[in-house]
């Protein structure tokens, strides 16, 4: 990496804790041009009225303002001293100033899932990681230091130009339905795509082993973290980018590629169909898609044979060691409701079908189940016949996998095929 000249520059002071230039232009606003083209403001140099605790209601954290700054009082922890926007973000361009104490630690995470069951924003969103790589005490490996993708993507040495402790440094996040960006002072130092196998192979050998939901939202809030040392932010504003919609293999026919196995009961592959059936331990069984799909048309045929007890989870996440927390359109035997909608935690069921619904279960032979999610919406479908119209807030708040569901009880068997997907 690349340390300021800062003779070269004319400013004095490796750790003053002002810029040089930094009253060349106002600050906290946005110029014609920028409302023109879709930039806003999360801070307006006065107050923090635009964000709150983590999992909170309001802001008690003691972030304050100074000087036309956001600034993290150094109080924090690993556990403790995250703030978040009161909006969520999917696809976006962030920019910021940001400085940091002589030895400080900060960062800045977006697509945070807020749930109690996430005590801390970085089990779920990815982190542009803010360090004193110049004055840290202790040694940082490559993925800790500036801009890196914290603990998955490093920067480009030969761009990464990094200013001392308290001088003014400019950041900036794309994430552009799955490309991301950083950028630091003026330069693209990382770059990749979130979500491919490259992305998933060092998500699941690294620091994110026992964290599975890690980086898998497609939106969230954004999180600036006080890890114990003062920081301070200003000229924070984003530009929110369309998303693109897309079809997906959800199902390759050959093997469970895409797809991850909770639990001890037995997915396979044989004949071209993917079959789930209950093992020795006859517990719950779930295989779920590594991504998360939000807004999506699904459909795919089901055969059950022996007892038939299933379900397709949508807008749900994994719970260690494997459980899964959502929303399941129930695939089950006759007369026990295939195609209602079913919340696992909370409510139980919150779109049950009515007695003539239940005949269009065809036992022993092949059906066709349709999903259709929009926003707080969901259609269900069950042989073209409509099952389910429900609009509810608190599902048009999740977000997550699908994911199958092979029922306790032992004696299960369901086949699958014809997986089809396109996102909205």
């Not at 960006?181 to 003026?186: F, I, K, Q």
């Not at 490259?198 to 026992?210: A, M």
């Not at 599975?212 to 890890?227: C, R």
């Amino acid at each position: 990496m690349k340390i300021k000249n800062l003779l070269l520059t004319g400013c004095i002071g490796a750790i003053a804790l002002t810029s040089c230039g930094e009253k060349d232009a106002p600050h906290n606003q946005l110029t014609d041009a920028e409302k023109s083209d879709g930039w806003e403001l999360l801070f307006d140099g006065t107050s923090l009225d635009q964000w709150r605790d983590y999992n909170g209601e309001e802001l008690t954290i003691p972030w304050f303002v100074e000087d036309g700054t956001i600034q993290a009082k150094g109080d924090g922890s690993d556990g403790s001293g995250y703030i978040v926007t009161k909006k969520q973000y999917e696809n976006f361009e962030l920019v910021w100033d940001w400085k940091i104490a002589p030895e400080g630690n900060s960062g800045v995470l977006y697509h945070v899932v807020e749930n109690p069951k996430f005590k801390v924003p970085y089990v779920t969103g990815p982190e542009y990681q803010l360090i004193d790589d110049l004055g840290f005490p202790e040694p940082l490996e490559d993925w800790q230091k500036t801009a890196a993708d914290y603990a998955m993507y490093t920067t480009d040495p030969a761009k990464t130009e990094i200013k001392p402790a308290g001088e003014w440094n400019t950041s900036k996040i794309v994430f552009d339905n799955g490309h991301v960006e950083h950028w630091l002072n003026g330069q693209k130092v990382v770059e990749f795509e979130a979500w491919t196998d490259d992305w998933h192979k060092r998500k699941n050998s690294g620091k994110w082993t026992n964290a599975p939901e890690y980086g898998l939202a497609t939106k969230g809030v954004i999180s600036l973290q006080d890890h114990g040392s003062a920081a301070w932010f200003r000229n924070v504003k984003i530009k929110e980018l369309p998303r693109k919609t897309k079809e997906v293999e959800l199902f390759n026919g050959e093997d469970l590629t895409g797809w991850e196995a909770y639990g001890t009961e037995k997915w396979y592959v044989e004949d071209g169909l993917l079959i789930c059936e209950s093992g020795p331990d006859k517990e719950y069984g779930y295989l779920a898609t590594r991504n998360y799909y939000d807004d999506f048309d699904f459909s795919v045929d089901f055969k059950q044979e022996a007892d038939g007890n299933s379900g397709v989870f949508i807008r749900s996440f994994i719970e260690p060691i494997a459980k899964v927390n959502g929303w399941q359109v129930e695939v089950a035997p006759m007369g026990h409701g295939t195609g209602g909608i079913y919340e696992s935690y909370g409510r139980g069921w919150i779109a049950e079908i009515n007695d003539e619904q239940q005949k269009i279960l065809k036992e022993r032979d092949w059906n066709n189940l349709r999903i259709r999610v929009e926003g707080d919406n969901v259609k269900t479908w069950l042989n073209d016949e409509e099952m389910v119209d429900l609009t509810d807030e608190k599902f048009g708040k999740g977000q997550g996998r699908i994911a199958l569901q092979i029922h306790d009880g032992g004696g299960i068997k369901v086949l699958w095929r014809n997986f089809k997907l396109k996102t909205l």
